[in-house]
């Protein structure tokens, strides 16, 4: 009888595992094919034959990603962290143990492509973010241009550069590149997928024609990449060339600039892909992180962690780097797994707001996301070299601003270079809300202070550095709101902590 009722009671269970199953699986398929109808009445919005076959394109590849989160999301993928464990010695190879190589015959095969779909709004600036001047009146694009030009002059060579823009930075980006017309380089441009957005509760697209406002659409992150390169015949062409090698960085990583070493490596030891990797500091302990999960090689980012495990994640000592997004790729292998559908990216669901108007409560909407470097286990020897910190050098922020614009650093041939004064690595710079946008930074800081025997510096709010400025060491100065401190012309500030109201007229 005990038998018998516990058979009863385990087909109990096991039928009501099977109901939520079932029911998920449902509200999957409901959800999948409402998704399906909605895309197929947007692209009938688009009156143009050749653009409706190409918006078609790019709303398969987003039905498919919204699938596949559907289908995670009832299985409930989430990595288990039992099975991770930090990369071992030949998933990560040190940048100084890779043979000396000033050999350039690699160089013919190789292409040089910037991410380049974002805006400067987090800066305060209006148009591509690209296009802010981070140094002697000169852009990113610019420092960007500068260094492939001289790299084709001085090695005689072809290096198309090449830009991924998206529908937010395509027209600017477009009138701005004219300007380069009579220099030494080619530039190729292409755009990634425009995604609908989605509602959250309804799980049904925002926008309901191709004209639908343009906060209605998203950019779908920089996964993107392999598709969009394939789908624009950017990657054929390239390809026929007898291009073999694509060189992906951030648009505004100052320290992404060609590597001989790295790009004989990679033909050397035949990898299809590698990241560059950096080591962790307290200050990146956000970023993605290569790891070892059962034997094979992935990325793992602090979106896909359990909450139970973000410290651990956070940890310096259990995983050392994090990933630069410097990411070298074999554009023959990207063509074999873009065309045999075998990129499987993780997603990152993002949650954004869209505003109505006044009086009007906010929209609650999603966007599905995916990351270059989640591709690493889709390609063959694929694997991380642990660069040093002077690759990774970005501008995400005016504190970031002002480092680069400093004497800690020279600008020759579009590359910046570390002063041969500095010792150790760059210093730790913290600017409050006060120089949030650029404008205010220009303003407040007019003339950059010497900072070469900087270790540390915060700002925070109402102050203004006077020109010649010199700071040493650690640097605080914290004014109180409703007070001001000025920094006057020619201080020279070492170890000290400024406070209160300071202002100093000079006659």
């Known amino acids: ?27 999957t398929a409901i959800a999948a094919s409402q998704m399906r109808n909605s895309l197929n009445k947007l692209a009938d919005t688009v009156p143009d034959p050749k653009m409706r076959k190409q918006f078609e394109t790019q709303m ?117 590149i004219k300007k380069y017309e009579g ?27 191709i004209n639908a406002p343009i906060d209605s659409w998203y950019p779908p992150g920089h996964g993107d990449l392999f598709e969009s390169l394939e789908n624009s015949g950017v990657l054929d062409e390239l390809l026929s060339r007898g291009k073999e090698i694509l060189f992906v960085s951030n648009a505004d990583n100052l320290g992404a600039v060609v590597d001989f070493k790295i790009l004989s490596h990679m033909v050397e030891s035949k990898s299809e892909y590698i990241m560059e990797l950096t080591d962790k500091t307290r200050a990146d302990v956000k970023g993605g992180t290569i790891i070892d999960y059962d034997g094979s090689v992935r990325l793992l980012e602090i979106a896909q962690v359990p909450k139970d495990h973000t410290e651990d994640f956070k940890s310096i000592k259990k995983f050392k780097y994090f990933n630069t997004n410097n990411i070298w790729i074999n554009l023959k292998a990207m063509k074999r797994i873009v065309e045999n559908n075998e990129l499987q990216l993780e997603i990152i669901p993002n949650s954004k707001t869209i505003s109505v108007g006044k009086g009007e409560s906010d929209i609650n909407v999603l966007q599905l996301e995916t990351a270059v470097g989640a591709a690493i286990r889709h390609f063959k020897s694929a694997h991380g070299v642990n660069v040093p910190r002077r690759r990774f050098l970005p501008v995400k922020t005016c504190s970031d601003l002002l ?70 060491g650690t640097v605080i100065i914290v004014c109180s709101d409703g007070q001001k401190i000025d920094i006057p012309n020619g201080s020279i500030l070492e170890n000290v902590v400024i406070t209160g109201n300071l202002s100093i007229l000079e006659h």
């Open 1 to 27: 009888m005990a038998s018998i009722n516990g058979n009863t009671s385990s087909e109990r269970k096991h039928a009501k595992s099977q109901s939520t199953f079932q029911f998920e699986n449902t509200s």
């Open 60 to 176: 398969d590849a987003f039905f498919s990603l919204f699938r596949r989160y559907l289908t995670d999301k009832a299985k409930g993928t989430a990595v288990d962290w039992d099975r991770i464990q930090p990369p071992n010695p030949e998933q990560v190879i040190a940048y100084d143990d890779l043979p000396d190589s000033v050999t350039t015959e690699f160089l013919s095969k190789l292409v040089v492509l910037k991410l380049n779909g974002g805006l400067g709004t987090s800066m305060g600036c209006v148009g591509p973010k690209s296009v802010i001047e981070v140094r002697e009146g000169q852009s990113f694009l610019d420092l960007s241009v500068r260094q492939i030009e001289y790299l084709n002059r001085k090695y005689d060579v072809n290096v198309p550069f090449v830009l991924m823009n998206s529908f937010n930075t395509d027209d600017d980006t477009q009138s701005i």
């Open 183 to 209: 220099h030494n380089i080619e530039i190729i441009t292409f755009n990634q997928s425009q995604f609908p957005r989605v509602y959250r509760d309804s799980l049904l697209p925002v926008p309901k024609d």
């Open 403 to 472: 480092l680069v614009k400093s004497d800690l650093y020279s600008l020759s041939h579009g590359t910046l270079e570390v002063s041969p004064g500095r010792f150790g690595p760059a210093p730790l710079i913290k600017l409050g809300g006060h120089f949030k946008k650029v404008s205010d930074f220009q303003k407040r800081i007019p003339h950059m202070p010497k900072i070469v025997e900087l270790d540390h510096l915060t700002i925070t709010g109402n102050v203004n550095l006077g020109k010649g400025v010199v700071l040493k």
